[in-house]
Every structure is written in C-alpha cells, then in structure tokens.
C-alpha cells in the first residue's frame, strides 16, 4: 500500500470486545461484556423513543441537562462534569489532551486493554507495571514514574479481577504522584463496590485527579454509549477543547438523563448483583475454583492451567454461555463471568458442577 499510516499506528493491537454470538446456539447467554441482566431502566428507554420525535434538531452542545442530572444525583458540580460516547471517550479525551508522542502512560499488568490502546494512538508508550497477586501496586506504579510520565490508569474496582485498592492505598497513590501526572479513577464499575464514592473525595483533594463512570454497566447502557468524567473545572475546561460539539445524540442524551434521575433502578440491580455475585463466589470456591472477592458485576474464575481454563470455556460453550477469556490480560488461567440473573447464575454453575465432577 502506498498511503502510509501515521508512525505507531500500526502497533496498535485491535481491540477484543466480548463475543455476543455462539454457532448451534439462537440464544447463547452472553456473560463476556458484564452488561447488567435486567436491561435498563424503563424510563430511559421511554425517553430514548420520545427523542425520536425531534430527529431534524441537532442535540445540545454543552450537555446541560445530563450534565444537571449527573450532578444533582450525585452531589457533584455539573460544570465540572464532561461527557462522553462511553467512558472510553472521556478516556481518550485525556490522552489526546495530556499526552503525545515520546511520553509515558502508566497502566498496569492485568488493566483494562483500552489504556495501552489509547496511548498509542497518541504515539505515547505505554508502561505497563506488575501487580501483586491480581491487585494493583502502588509502590509499582510510583517506581516506574519518570519525567516522561503524563498520565497513570488504574480502574478501581479493575476489570477483569474485580479487585479493589483500599482508600488508603488510593491516597497514597495521588499524595505520590507529582503534580504534574493526571491520575485517571476509572470507575465504570463504582455502583457495584459497597459504600464507595468512585474516586470522587479524590478528585475534590487532589487537582490532577480525573473520575470517570459509565452509563454501560449498572444502568445497562451500553449500547447507548455514554460516559462521564468529573474532574478540577481547569481540567473539564481543557478537555471541552477538543471534545466534539456534537458528540452525543439528543436520544442518547434524553435516555441518559431519565437512567441517572432512576435511582430505585440502579438500587434494585445493585442489590440483585451483590446477592448473585455472593451466590456464584461462594458456589465456585465450593467446586474448587478459584475466585477472589470482586468488587465488579463479573468473577474472575480461575482454573489453576490455561489448558484447565480453556477446557472450561469449551464446556461453557457447548452449553450456550459465553464467557470472556482473559488470556490477553496475563491471565490465561482464568475466565471472567459476568454475574447474570439468578437463572443465569444456576446455568453457569451447574454447567461448571459437571465440568469439575468429569475432571476427577
Ligand atoms: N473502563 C473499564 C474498566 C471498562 O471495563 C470499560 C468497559 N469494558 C470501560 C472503561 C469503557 O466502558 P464504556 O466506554 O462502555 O463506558
């Protein structure tokens, strides 16, 4: 080919999303992509169709009314709040910003597979550190700061080891950090951890802290696309400059909007995820399968082999479910499960009951 891509662009390795498909089955039950299994909230979907009315009309530019909900919800300053087409705009949004070529990107061993991604499109390097027994380091991560670092990812909780760092390590980790290097929280799974504010105390404490949430998982979103960032208002105004004046329609906005105002919505599926995700936890380490404690809406199940964890999957397969493999994350032991409902739990654990019976 004799049109040539920018440098680096071809190092970028194509993004893995969970399967949504399965031969020989009309109806697998998909767990790969920890969407939430009681849909979304009614509401939104009335909204999302009543949008559908006024099509001919660009969507708002500045996202006020989300932006009103998010805060009002949430008791936070809507001026300070950017949104996005899923968190991973917000994300990229910050990189694109803060970051270019010859700079450094913290991420760590088993992060989300879209930090290195985002790095590169920038063509800054992403540095990617150890973790410690499927659990962030901060001592890691502060080691491998250089001059060169602009921005550090963690998720917390992490997908896919749905563990979490505990408050005082998370202090620790922004107290460490120069001034200078952006901190991103990227808490898209906040609503499931108990009693946690998703990163917000940090961002009021420390002016380099950038939150970001997902409307993808508990409010069941993810095909509407939208996320959001909360982060000091110099930041958002930084952030706003390259954002796109219309990169939210008005029927994801209006759909967003009604979701955030739900809250009994997003309590209910919170309760139902932590009784499921409680329930199918306990049965796996009851079959032998090792399973930390996740703060997320999905497990990491591990196998003990990569041969032990694929024959897994194949054995979930055949029996419709999908689950997401996780080899690419350095783990190739494990599997990540999505908590379903309760029958969907049932199936999964029946499923590997006979998996681990035939083994012996
Ligand atoms: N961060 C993490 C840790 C995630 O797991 C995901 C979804 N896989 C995202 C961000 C992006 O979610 P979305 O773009 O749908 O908001």
Request: charged share 20%; proline share 5%; aromatic share 6%.
């Amino acid at each position: 080919m004799s049109i040539t891509p920018q440098p680096g662009i071809m190092d970028i390795a194509l993004y893995v999303s969970g399967e949504s498909t399965l031969t020989g089955h009309a109806a697998p039950l998909k767990l790969s992509s920890n969407e939430n299994p009681l849909g979304c909230s009614p509401a939104a979907q009335a909204a999302f169709a009543a949008a559908a009315r006024d099509l001919n009309r660009y969507p708002s530019t500045d996202h006020a009314g989300l932006r009103g909900a998010i805060g009002q919800v949430n008791g936070l300053d809507p001026d300070r709040i950017i949104c996005g087409a899923g968190s991973d705009e917000v994300l990229q949004f910050v990189v694109h910003a803060f970051a270019g070529p010859g700079d450094e990107i913290i991420t760590t061993e088993h992060g989300f597979s879209m930090y290195p991604i985002l790095a590169r499109m920038v063509g800054a390097t992403p540095v990617t550190v150890r973790e410690v027994a499927r659990r962030i380091d901060v001592d890691a991560i502060l080691a491998a700061v250089t001059d060169r670092t602009r921005i550090v990812f963690i998720a917390n909780p992490a997908n896919p080891t749905g563990t979490m760092l505990a408050e005082s390590e998370l202090l620790r980790l922004a107290r460490g950090l120069p001034p200078d290097v952006i901190l991103v929280h990227d808490g898209a799974y906040t609503e499931f951890a108990e009693g946690f504010d998703g990163g917000v105390s940090l961002v009021e404490q420390f002016p380099n802290v950038v939150m970001t949430r997902t409307f993808s998982k508990i409010h069941g979103l993810g095909g509407l696309r939208i996320g959001w960032g909360y982060a000091a208002r110099e930041i958002i105004e930084v952030l706003n400059r390259i954002r796109q004046p219309f990169n939210l329609s008005s029927a994801q906005l209006a759909a967003a909007e009604a979701a955030m105002r739900d809250t009994a919505f997003v309590a209910d599926c919170a309760a139902a995820n932590a009784a499921m995700r409680q329930r199918l936890r306990a049965s796996l380490i009851q079959l032998g399968i090792g399973c930390d404690e996740s703060h997320a809406n999905f497990v990491l199940a591990r196998f003990g082999s990569a041969e032990q964890a694929d024959a897994a999957d194949a054995a979930l397969r055949d029996a419709g479910i999908l689950v997401r493999k996780v080899g690419g994350y350095g783990l190739p032991d494990a599997l990540r499960i999505t908590v379903g409902d309760a029958a969907g739990v049932t199936r999964v654990l029946e499923t590997l009951g006979a998996f681990m019976a035939d083994r012996e």
